[in-house]
């Protein structure tokens, strides 16, 4: 589907979306700790609902009622040979060793920009825990048989703290029916060693998930050694019920809180400015570009300001860069962002397709080495293409607020892997914004 969206001035409050980092992972969560598990506010994007399909196949009983999701499981027993990861790149990296703990040969499956993706991390990875794997040349579809065993292993954090994440959820699932006893001198520690990790804030939300659940915990040594030792425990027992509410997400709030320094006055509700999110970086980011934000009790409040260039380090936060630029867009001066690296293996190669879409909005980018270089000034309409990729599509649609003239996206429906209501809640905050024969 095509939107088109006119100049608007934006008025109104708003509510950030659900956070599917917290989401999937409260899924994956809630997979391997025996017992119930009621989730409130859950997410309903596309990437929420494949890690529900995904823990469904894997064992858990779902139950989705009005504004809450029930889960019981038993840990995980697979009811299907095959899990589908839709176009998540979370589900995928994090679901592969949790369902490799299984003595069961599973494939694991994706769609659309996923079946691209590199996974070659696993077919190094899995065999040295006791997994085999068939994979095609390091890409979906790929067929995996447990159980996982919990051994030493040094991996590579570059690429993404996905990966990451997936072991330690798998490492303390495996090593969770273990016995910790102090002073056990026969007990080995288990230990992940990480070399170059990127996106640390995420490692910090898998943690914090890890230990509302109740679920064994490594001791964090400087992001560089996890180590499951004689300290370990179960802090909730299986027949009691934990309940998760999911956070307000900062990666769709930042389009939010970016729409209303553009184009506002909004007032963004949701948002947890001690939240664990990589994304919360946002905030830093707004300032420093002299951006009109007012962080009362209740909310953040964005109005116009005269925006400037800013300097960004967005290494541990990539997904920030699509609504950076749409922000720098309309700085005075060239503004410079760091971590390009961190955007080639996303929905799209994001680094080329904020270049070729905002190119046609008459927005210049560059970069050189690993810092992309965004020229603000005269933001013109155009005809865009989303490549399929949902934040490629919000930040075009953010920076169409206040264009010279009307913005139509092309595949704009992306933006349902993460952020369905996207639409709906510009609309709402009276932005010009329509497509024919829809009724948003």
């Known amino acids: 589907m095509n939107i088109t969206i006119h100049p608007s001035h934006l008025k109104g409050n708003i509510y950030a979306p659900a956070s599917k980092s917290s989401m999937q992972r409260a899924c994956a969560a809630a997979l391997l700790r025996k017992g119930k598990t009621i989730i409130k506010n859950p997410g309903h994007s596309n990437d929420d609902k494949a890690a529900l399909s995904i823990i469904e196949k894997l064992g858990a009983v779902v139950e989705h009622n009005t504004n809450q999701i029930s889960i019981e499981s038993n840990g995980i027993n697979p009811v299907s040979s095959e899990i589908d990861c839709g176009e998540s790149g979370l589900s995928i990296r994090m679901f592969t060793p949790i369902a490799a703990l299984a003595d069961k040969e ?8 996923l079946v691209e993706r590199p996974m070659h991390f696993f077919d190094s990875i899995l065999p040295q825990l006791g997994v085999s794997i068939k994979s095609n040349k390091g890409k979906l579809p790929m067929i995996i048989r447990g159980p996982l065993q919990a051994n030493d292993i040094v991996i590579d954090g570059s690429l993404s703290s996905q990966f990451l994440t997936g072991l330690l959820l798998a490492y303390s699932a495996s090593l969770a029916n273990q016995q910790y006893p102090v002073n056990n001198s026969t007990f080995s520690p288990v230990v992940l060693i990480v070399n170059n990790l990127k996106s640390k804030p995420y490692i910090n939300l898998t943690l914090d998930v890890m230990n509302h659940f109740g679920l064994p915990l490594p001791v964090n040594k400087h992001y560089r050694e996890f180590v499951f030792n004689e300290t370990a425990h179960v802090t909730h027992l299986a027949e009691e019920v934990i309940d998760y509410t999911v956070e307000g997400d900062w990666s769709g709030g930042a389009f939010l809180l970016v729409a209303g320094a553009i184009a506002g006055p909004v007032f963004v509700q ?4 001690t939240s664990s999110q990589a994304d919360r970086a946002i905030v830093d980011a707004l300032m420093q570009a002299n951006a009109g934000i007012a962080i009362e009790a209740k909310g953040i409040k964005m109005v116009p300001s005269s925006l400037q260039a800013f300097e960004f380090d967005a290494t541990d936060c990539p997904d920030l860069f699509p609504p950076l630029v749409a922000l720098a867009a309309y700085c005075k001066g060239t503004t410079k962002i760091k971590g390009v690296s961190r955007l080639v293996h996303k929905e799209s190669n994001r680094a080329a397709s904020l270049k070729e879409e905002f190119g046609k909005m008459n927005v210049q980018i ?10 603000g000034g005269d933001v013109r309409g155009a005809v865009v293409h989303s490549h399929h990729d949902h934040r490629i599509a919000m930040a075009c649609a953010v920076a169409a607020l206040r264009a010279d003239g009307v913005t139509t996206i092309e595949h704009a429906s992306a933006v349902n892997k993460s952020y369905p209501d996207f639409w709906k809640d510009l609309k709402s905050m009276n932005a010009e914004v329509t497509f024919p024969g829809y009724v948003l």
């Open 106 to 113: 599973i494939t694991i499956n994706g769609s659309g920009s």
């Open 270 to 273: 949701g948002l947890d400015l």
């Open 366 to 375: 560059d970069w050189e080495d690993d810092i992309m270089q965004i020229s």
